[in-house]
């Protein structure tokens, strides 16, 4: 979905990013499919979960498909440029990563099950790229709203790296960082491949197949994340 081509495989430093802007980028109040509002306040006693997988169309509809999601939205993450465009950072010099924002009822689903779909969703061990997809914006990150989050997700990546190794993978190049702020994605990128956007609308799966074994059997005591009610 590049605009550019191949894009910068390497990081930028700060002094490198472009200027970005002030304002917030405009986005629709309700998600196209969900209902649910992209912007916080979200419904009391939801949680916030955020990650970059390569491509945020085909990812943030395996979110919005997957049960006890209440909302998603696509934006920018883990880079300098303050409220980015899409063509920004396409050319590799704002830092960020395509992410996706998931809103999710814990008593419906637990955050190690997002993970799972997470894991399954993309191959993350390609490094800077998802396929013919090139650029550090297309790198897999997990940016964690809590401890409990962090640990989680440390853990899921620990038992999906044994799985992918006795499956032939390499080593998992995800990072897992503290969210360090989202910037909501232009409003025709949010619900892109919804059926009332884009119905024949297409965005490679690059899934290894490779089944993670976290996040099978929901937590039974209290889950990890950070309320998103405000």
């Not at 196209?32 to 509809?61: D, H, I, M, N, T």
């Not at 997002?114 to 390609?126: A, G, I, R």
């Amino acid at each position: 979905m590049g605009l550019f081509g191949s894009h910068k495989s390497q990081m930028i430093s700060p002094d490198e990013a472009l200027t970005g802007r002030s304002a917030q980028l405009p986005v629709p109040e309700r998600h196209e499919v969900l209902g649910g509002p992209l912007r916080p306040p979200y419904p009391a006693g939801s949680q916030v979960a955020e990650f970059a997988l390569g491509c945020f169309w085909g990812a943030e509809k395996n979110f919005w498909q997957t049960p006890g999601v209440v909302s998603t939205a696509v934006g920018y993450e883990g880079g300098y440029t303050p409220n980015p465009s899409y063509e920004e950072v396409c050319t590799g010099r704002t830092g960020h990563a395509e992410a996706v924002r998931v809103v999710f009822d814990p008593a419906r689903i637990s955050y190690p099950e997002l993970l799972k779909v997470f894991w399954e969703s993309h191959d993350p061990t390609q490094g800077m790229r998802q396929g013919s997809d090139v650029g550090t914006q297309y790198r897999s990150a997990i940016f964690y709203q809590s401890p409990e989050q962090e640990a989680e997700a440390r853990e899921s990546l620990a038992a999906y790296q044994k799985r992918l190794t006795e499956a032939g993978y390499g080593q998992i190049t995800t990072e897992i960082a503290p969210a360090p702020g989202f910037y909501f994605a232009e409003d025709y990128h949010q619900q892109y491949l919804s059926s009332n956007k884009n119905p024949y609308g297409y965005c490679p799966d690059h899934g290894t197949g490779v089944s993670c074994p976290i996040g099978v059997v929901k937590a039974s005591g209290p889950l990890g994340g950070v309320r998103a009610d405000g």
